[in-house]
């Protein structure tokens, strides 16, 4: 696990604790995608939110991330995480809320782009063949093929219990551009996933171009299960809670 130096950003990540940490899933996904993070964080003293998408439009997820946060105590930033097509939507979340974005082999849209456009221009993974449906309507991911599209890495039951989880997904919010791109103004980490068979790595590497920070895991598109402890170390960090170098464990190495 490799954390590159930080891109030059016009505002730096508050020293103080965040709210807590707001959890917004991808495409075909539930909120429920997020039950082992939610759980551990919760268990180490972090507050969670998790966001429940499937609103219709990019502008009506935004918002549902956005009643989430509410959901947080108190009035400080919060650490909004999105995985995948949730990227698009921790985007377009109002700067002055956020402590720190991180995108997990997710979308990092800037202004005017599309979450769909920019797979089209990446390089083609499994994700087109495994659409059943309508690209543009509704769609569902053949079973046959959503276990090694997402979920690679994980044992026999665990990769059936997570599929068995995901939902229609109306596309059309997939085609709507970003119209603000709150990574400009705070401090972001990119996690590369490696072992991507839905979000190409090439396309993930550009998009770490533009974050303040990245990693990379050696990691299926469903990291936040695959590599739920580093999901859960980089959150709980984030937050404000003491780091591996506060508490006397070796942490990510900066190069």
Do not use: K
């Not at 097509?85 to 995108?103: E, N, Q, S």
């Not at 997570?162 to 990119?190: I, K, N």
């Amino acid at each position: 696990m490799t954390l590159t130096p930080p891109r030059p950003s016009s505002t730096a990540t508050s020293a103080r604790a965040s709210r807590g940490v707001l959890l917004v899933h991808g495409a075909w996904h539930t909120g429920h995608a997020w039950d082992g993070v939610a759980a551990e964080l919760r268990a180490r003293g972090v507050a969670v939110a998790v966001a429940e998408l499937h609103r219709g439009s990019l502008a009506a997820d935004i918002a549902a991330a956005e009643a989430a946060l509410d959901q947080l105590p108190g009035d400080a930033t919060a650490v909004a995480c999105g995985h995948s097509y949730g990227g698009a939507v921790v985007t377009g979340l109002p700067p002055h809320r956020i402590d720190h974005l991180v995108y997990l082999a997710a979308m990092m849209p800037d202004h005017g782009e599309t979450a769909l456009g920019l797979l089209a221009g990446a390089p083609p993974t499994d994700l087109a063949t495994s659409m059943i449906g309508d690209p543009a309507g509704t769609t569902t991911i053949d079973p046959e093929a959503a276990g090694r599209l997402f979920h690679a890495q994980l044992g026999e039951a665990e990769r059936a219990r997570h599929t068995a989880a995901l939902v229609p997904q109306l596309m059309a919010p997939g085609h709507h551009p970003t119209t603000g791109a709150a990574w400009h103004l705070r401090p972001s980490t990119y996690v590369i996933c490696t072992e991507d068979r839905t979000m190409h790595p090439d396309l993930q590497r550009h998009f770490a171009t533009r974050a303040t920070h990245t990693l990379v895991w050696p990691s299926d598109h469903g990291a936040f299960a695959s590599h739920e402890a580093e999901t859960v170390d980089l959150l709980h960090r984030l937050a404000g809670r003491p780091t591996p170098e506060e508490t006397g464990n070796e942490g990510p190495t900066a190069v």
